[in-house]
């Protein structure tokens, strides 16, 4: 497409948004990535003299004085013109304006009505998924790539799953994920924004399910039989010996974003679906302990208009120092790091029918690992740009066009070889 632009950063001059500019203008200066002279990109936001700042700001960081002379365009969520007049000047839109569930679909519209490919940051599963039953068919007509959870929020995740599936030469039954970070910090970990998304997504949980058997009665048809081994779900506090932890069951979306892309490649490729589990490590038993009392209360005050309003005007105390309004300190983001230890356990004969079921239980294992920096900023702007990039300079290797997820849409790019440049590592641990 003949556009003013190949790229536009939405909420440049957000909390996350900042981080995103800077990987752009990282991976533009870097040879082995993207030439700065072949990609033409702005950034868009509400208020031009924010933007400004965070242009000088990166400019500073990154001591690329070029970076101040990038276009900026005006627009507001709330006017629909501007948003569907800036989709219309770029080939792809970048954006890191949450909550989506308030924010997201004035976007999305927008990037379909303007055939703009979109990538985003989210980890709310009633916008990812309401999203899909409702801009599935248009976005394929228009022939754009519409690919939310685009950032920590599920790349590790999926992509991890669709590439352990490419490690193992036999049959895949399923994976059992396990989240777990690193940090030398005790300080701040989440920005407000993150806290607010979460809030909701607790509060407005049971509209997931009439949501979820429409899509996949509509959408994302489930394969006719099921496995006659199917991957169990471990109880609610256990002891993961490949991790040497204890671990809780992983609230995000990630098991619900690796389901629809196993069950996308089913109906479109008709490769094997696998089950999937997610876990985080929490190490001892009284951290989890203490955590799973934090989660009951939040809980709770989720469900009701004056916890939410609680749980928004005072973060710190609710997370016990864990969200910050203020954002979470550079320095501290830096010592932190992430890893998505995943076990794929399945058959050495690959059946040619995928309909046909395996009578044996699963007896191989193989176990591999996604790592890379700070998941909530640092390391999702990079999983977020290097997504987006991956729609622009990939095309001829992307499957058919939609609303669909990472590991359906980046299964045979070179997204993971980009990632790796940019210290986001995916490994083979073990073969068993």
Not at 117 to 140: C, H, I, R, T, W
Not at 330 to 343: D, G, N, P, Q, V
């Given at each position: 497409?003949?556009?003013?632009?190949?790229?536009?950063?939405?909420?440049?001059?957000?909390?996350?948004?900042?981080?995103?500019?800077?990987?752009?203008?990282?991976?533009?200066?870097?040879?082995?990535?993207?030439?700065?002279?072949?990609?033409?990109?702005?950034?868009?936001?509400?208020?031009?003299?924010?933007?400004?700042?965070?242009?000088?700001?990166?400019?500073?960081?990154?001591?690329?004085?070029?970076?101040?002379?990038?276009?900026?365009?005006?627009?507001?969520?709330?006017?629909?013109?501007?948003?569907?007049?800036?989709?219309?000047?770029?080939?792809?839109?970048?954006?890191?304006?949450?909550?989506?569930?308030?924010?997201?679909?004035?976007?999305?519209?927008?990037?379909?009505?303007?055939?703009?490919?979109?990538?985003?940051?989210?980890?709310?599963?009633?916008?990812?998924?309401?999203?899909?039953?409702?801009?599935?068919?248009?976005?394929?007509?228009?022939?754009?790539?519409?690919?939310?959870?685009?950032?920590?929020?599920?790349?590790?995740?999926?992509?991890?799953?669709?590439?352990?599936?490419?490690?193992?030469?036999?049959?895949?039954?399923?994976?059992?994920?396990?989240?777990?970070?690193?940090?030398?910090?005790?300080?701040?970990?989440?920005?407000?924004?993150?806290?607010?998304?979460?809030?909701?997504?607790?509060?407005c949980a049971n509209e997931l399910r009439p949501?979820?058997?429409?899509?996949?009665?509509?959408?994302?048809?489930?394969?006719?039989?099921?496995?006659?081994?199917?991957?169990?779900?471990?109880?609610?506090?256990?002891?993961?010996?490949?991790?040497?932890?204890?671990?809780?069951?992983?609230p995000g979306c990630d098991k619900t974003v690796?389901?629809?892309?196993?069950?996308?490649?089913?109906?479109?490729?008709?490769?094997?679906?696998?089950?999937?589990?997610?876990?985080?490590?929490?190490?001892?038993?009284?951290?989890?302990?203490?955590?799973?009392?934090?989660?009951?209360?939040?809980?709770?005050?989720?469900?009701?208009?004056?916890?939410?309003?609680?749980?928004?005007?005072?973060?710190?105390?609710?997370?016990?120092?864990?969200?910050?309004?203020?954002?979470?300190?550079?320095?501290?983001?830096?010592?932190?790091?992430?890893?998505?230890?995943?076990?794929?356990?399945?058959?050495?004969?690959?059946?040619?029918?995928?309909?046909?079921?395996?009578?044996?239980?699963?007896?191989?294992?193989?176990?591999?690992?996604?790592?890379?920096?700070?998941?909530?900023?640092?390391?999702?702007?990079?999983?977020?740009?290097?997504?987006?990039?991956?729609?622009?300079?990939?095309?001829?290797?992307?499957?058919?066009?939609?609303?669909?997820?990472?590991?359906?849409?980046?299964?045979?790019?070179?997204?993971?070889?980009?990632?790796?440049?940019?210290?986001?590592?995916?490994?083979?641990?073990?073969?068993?």
């Amino acid at each position: 497409m003949a556009r003013e632009f190949d790229a536009i950063v939405f909420g440049a001059s957000g909390f996350t948004g900042q981080y995103v500019v800077e990987e752009m203008a990282i991976s533009m200066e870097d040879e082995g990535l993207y030439k700065r002279d072949n990609l033409k990109w702005a950034v868009a936001g509400r208020n031009k003299e924010k933007i400004q700042k965070v242009l000088n700001e990166v400019a500073g960081i990154t001591k690329f004085d070029w970076v101040k002379q990038v276009p900026i365009i005006e627009a507001q969520v709330d006017d629909y013109p501007s948003i569907l007049e800036m989709c219309k000047r770029t080939r792809l839109m970048i954006t890191t304006v949450g909550p989506f569930r308030f924010f997201g679909e004035p976007i999305v519209k927008a990037c379909v009505e303007a055939a703009t490919d979109y990538v985003d940051v989210s980890g709310e599963p009633q916008f990812l998924e309401g999203m899909q039953l409702k801009y599935y068919n248009e976005a394929k007509k228009k022939g754009c790539y519409i690919v939310s959870a685009s950032g920590w929020d599920s790349i590790p995740a999926d992509m991890g799953t669709t590439w352990t599936k490419k490690q193992f030469q036999g049959d895949l039954s399923g994976v059992e994920i396990i989240v777990d970070g690193k940090s030398t910090d005790e300080g701040p970990m989440l920005n407000f924004g993150t806290w607010h998304s979460a809030i909701y997504g607790y509060a407005c949980a049971n509209e997931l399910r009439p949501l979820r058997q429409k899509l996949y009665r509509d959408i994302l048809p489930p394969p006719p039989s099921k496995s006659k081994h199917p991957l169990q779900r471990r109880p609610f506090l256990t002891y993961i010996d490949e991790v040497k932890g204890y671990c809780l069951p992983f609230p995000g979306c990630d098991k619900t974003v690796v389901r629809r892309s196993e069950v996308l490649k089913y109906n479109t490729l008709k490769e094997r679906p696998l089950y999937c589990e997610t876990y985080f490590r929490i190490g001892t038993i009284f951290k989890a302990i203490m955590l799973m009392m934090v989660m009951s209360v939040f809980g709770v005050m989720a469900k009701f208009s004056a916890g939410r309003y609680m749980l928004k005007t005072y973060p710190g105390v609710f997370s016990f120092g864990a969200v910050s309004k203020e954002g979470v300190p550079r320095k501290a983001l830096e010592r932190r790091t992430f890893s998505h230890t995943i076990i794929a356990y399945g058959w050495d004969e690959k059946l040619e029918d995928v309909d046909r079921q395996h009578e044996e239980a699963p007896k191989k294992k193989l176990i591999t690992r996604v790592s890379g920096p700070d998941p909530g900023y640092i390391g999702t702007s990079r999983l977020l740009v290097h997504a987006g990039m991956t729609l622009l300079f990939d095309r001829s290797a992307l499957p058919a066009p939609g609303v669909i997820t990472p590991g359906a849409c980046f299964r045979d790019t070179y997204l993971v070889d980009r990632l790796a440049k940019r210290d986001v590592k995916f490994e083979v641990l073990q073969r068993f």
